[in-house]
């Protein structure tokens, strides 16, 4: 079974960087389709990053400024975050297709990731 615990969020002023950090447990490193989603109180979830055993995936607000990776021995995966705007404010949540080997093309990879962390907060202040 997989779980996924989020960390690392907290406020910082526009410009600044943060690092979300999530510990997943259960996941076949062999292949998998592992990623972030954010949600605002106003809107629906959106798909962040995206990354399989061979490539990662972004949506294009965040090209260019955030990066995903994951340590399969630390089993853990990671969100740099750069250069934050106040766009960028929102609960993050670590996810993943339990049932996936690798990560279909957008949109349907963001549609797909449908267990969930419980989220961590990101305020970004301008």
């Known amino acids: 079974q997989v779980r996924l615990l989020e960390s690392g969020g907290g406020s910082v002023q526009a410009g600044g960087s943060l690092r979300l950090s999530c510990a997943v447990s259960?996941?076949?490193?062999?292949?998998?389709?592992l990623g972030w989603l954010r949600q605002t109180t106003a809107e629906e979830l959106e798909g962040v990053a995206a990354?399989?055993?061979?490539?990662?995936m972004y949506v294009d607000s965040v090209k260019g400024r955030f990066t995903i990776s994951v340590d399969n021995v630390k089993k853990t995966l990671y969100l740099e975050m750069t250069n934050l705007k106040p766009e960028d404010s929102a609960m993050y949540y670590c996810a993943t297709d339990p049932d996936a080997k690798w990560c279909p093309p957008p949109p349907y990879v963001y549609r797909n990731l449908v267990l969930r962390g419980q989220g961590t907060l990101v305020n970004v202040s301008s």
């Open positions: 259960g996941y076949d490193d062999s292949g998998y389709c």
């Open positions: 990354i399989e055993k061979s490539s990662t």
